[in-house]
T-cell receptor, first 118, second 108 residues
């Protein structure tokens, strides 16, 4: 069964450094997402991406964050200058399509990248 | 504001002891309610989508139902391998809004 893959599984970075988290969505999916989960808390939406542009972003997704689909298979999340509070599990997800008027197809998640900021 | 509340926070069951998990939601115009299973250190694994009140979906020992205000995940005769955190989420435009989950432990 096709799956979303994320690398690395664990990233340790010094505060203030840039970090890039990588994802390979399911190949025929068109919509891509990043979520994060701070330890013991809810899964929170960060950003959605469709047709090579951001379609929605949350308040968490400030100027320090950016997303890119550099080629036909990868989807990346960059944090320019990491803070201690960026420590979390970051999940990538993808979905096949979305009927804007009526309903949404399920989002399928990868196993995440654990980001630890020192 | 769209919101999802799950109860109980944690549930311990003996193997074979059936029970239900609750997900209450408030959303402006439901476009889908999703159930996921999350194992420790893993991403949410999709289980079910429900789109309208009265809808039901089944998969092995799990059955999800939906009303206008809540959804239930019924677990019939659970086994230890059903132990996981079960997450409920509603969709608002692009994003999923998750509840905090119910942590289920099934003992042999």
């Amino acid at each position: 069964e096709p799956e979303v893959t994320q690398t690395p599984s664990h990233q340790v970075t010094q505060m203030g450094q840039e970090v890039i988290l990588r994802c390979v969505p399911i190949s025929n999916h068109l919509y891509f997402y990043w979520y994060r989960q701070i330890l013991g808390q809810k899964v929170e939406f960060l950003v959605s991406f469709y047709n090579n542009e951001i379609s929605e972003k949350s308040e968490i997704f400030d100027d320090q964050f950016s997303v890119e689909r550099p080629d036909g298979s990868n989807f990346t999340l960059k944090i320019r200058s990491t803070k201690l509070e960026d420590s979390a599990m970051y999940f990538c997800a993808s979905s096949l399509n979305r009927d804007r008027k009526y309903s949404n197809q399920p989002q399928h998640f990868g196993d995440g990248t654990r980001l630890s900021i020192l | 504001e769209d919101q999802v509340t799950q109860s109980p926070e944690a549930l311990r069951l003996q193997e074979g002891e059936s029970s239900s998990l609750n997900c209450s939601y408030t959303v402006s115009g439901l476009r889908g309610l999703f159930w996921y299973r999350q194992d420790p250190g893993k991403g949410p694994e999709f289980l079910f989508t429900l789109y309208s009140a009265g809808e039901e979906k089944e998969k092995e020992r799990l059955k999800a139902t939906l009303t206008k205000k809540e959804s239930f995940l019924h677990i019939t005769a659970p086994k230890p391998e059903d132990s996981a955190t079960y997450l409920c989420a509603v969709v608002n435009t692009d994003k999923l809004i998750f509840g905090t989950g119910t942590r289920l432990q099934v003992f042999p």
